[in-house]
């Protein structure tokens, strides 16, 4: 029997009606851009949406916010492989599904200052635009914060002076330095240049004082702080094991919960990808 054929212009609509309709088929990361007034400009992100999420559904689900290292951007989350964690834990069933927002801050450190207020422009204007855009559970019972090395830091300090904002901040050889940083005591060049560019040549004591995740665990309330999880490769080439053994030492003294481990490793992503999966599931476990 010969096989019924579709006209042309039906063809064409069943196309345009399957491009148009945000069905992805399969877990999947598209990027995009929002207005962030606290910057003045477009920013670029991704988002990592699971297979379950449409265009037309009813579901909503949380999201964790993915801020990444030093000489990164938006596209970390799949250039270093961390896409393909999330879409393991998502194929083992264990967790509820979620999105991941990465947006890109360059060298900012993702804090505010006279470079340009980055901590708003994710706390305020991402939040809002992700929360405008997609099917997420607002307020703080739906979103998670996770960083890595760089974003580390900013997600700690995040997770101290606004700690109201996420539920629970996860967090992967996060840039805990003891003292302010400085080429004697072994930063590179190119990391003091970032360094300087945004805190001052020479650093303004108070600026890292005012952004110091380590400073920020010490007089924010022991009952307002979200679910942490925090580890670091012991054998951090940049000495980061340090500075995480001091903040463990504050949260403890504080008696502020918190998953601690210093498990071996170096710094980088394939320390990342070996413990990511386990920090994603402490996030998902702790949101609606």
């Known amino acids: 029997m010969e096989a019924m054929r579709v006209p042309a212009f039906v063809r064409a609509a069943l196309v ?26 477009e920013v670029s992100y991704v988002v990592d949406l699971p297979a379950s999420y449409d265009g037309s559904g009813a579901r909503k689900y949380p999201v964790v916010y993915a801020l990444h ?3 990164e951007g938006a596209g970390f989350w799949e250039r ?13 069933g264990t ?5 991941v927002v990465a947006p890109d801050g360059g060298n ?18 991402l939040v809002a635009h992700v929360e405008a855009t997609y099917r997420v559970v607002p307020g703080r019972q ?14 700690l300090h995040m997770a101290f002076d606004q700690p109201g904002l996420f539920a629970a901040v996860a967090t992967h050889s996060a840039m805990l330095l003891e003292r302010i940083p400085s080429s004697e005591q072994g930063a590179g060049r190119w990391h003091m240049a970032a ?14 004082q005012a952004n110091d995740p380590l400073a920020g665990a010490k007089k924010v309330d022991p009952k307002a702080v979200p679910a942490l999880y925090v580890d670091c490769g012991a054998e951090d080439r940049y000495g980061l094991a340090s500075g995480h053994r001091e903040l463990h030492r504050i949260l403890d003294e504080r008696g502020i919960p918190h998953f601690f481990e210093l498990p071996p490793g170096d710094h980088g992503y394939e320390f990342v990808r ?15």
Request: hydrophobic content about 45%.
């Open 195 to 208: 360094f300087n560019k945004v805190f001052g040549d020479p650093i303004d004591p108070a600026m890292w």
């Open 16 to 41: 345009s009606l399957i491009a148009t309709a945000g069905l992805p088929a399969a877990a999947e990361v598209r990027p995009g851009t929002f207005r962030s007034e606290a910057l003045g400009r």
């Open 274 to 288: 070996a413990r990511i999966e386990a920090s994603l599931k402490f996030l998902a476990e702790r949101l609606k």
């Open 108 to 125: 900012s450190f993702f804090v505010d200052s006279p470079t340009g207020r980055y901590e708003d422009m994710v706390t305020k204007d």
């Open 80 to 92: 270093r492989g961390l896409a393909a964690s999330v879409a393991r834990l998502r194929e083992g």
């Open 95 to 99: 967790t509820p599904d979620f999105l």
């Open 142 to 155: 739906g979103r998670a914060l996770l960083g890595v090395s760089m974003g580390g830091y900013s997600a």
């Open 69 to 71: 290292g030093l000489f």
